[in-house]
């Protein structure tokens, strides 16, 4: 990730991409009504360790 980060600086490390979330109420409030699973899938996508599933039905 650190490798991407020098090419994509707006990509955020797990711990900043927490304490945003944590730094304000609605957002962490919808983020833990999230399943375990869409929470990891959420934070993978923003630090950059996973994309977007393009080829799936909800972005067609």
Excluded at 7 to 32: N, T
Excluded at 39 to 46: A, K, N, P, S, V
Aim: aromatic share 16%.
């Amino acid at each position: 990730m650190a490798d991407l980060k020098q090419y994509f600086s707006m990509i955020r490390e797990r711990k900043e991409v927490l304490a945003a979330i944590h730094g304000k109420k609605d957002l962490l409030e919808l983020f833990c009504s999230w399943t375990e699973e869409q929470q990891e899938e959420f934070l993978d996508f923003c630090t950059g360790a996973k994309g977007p599933r393009m080829l799936y039905d909800s972005f067609f």
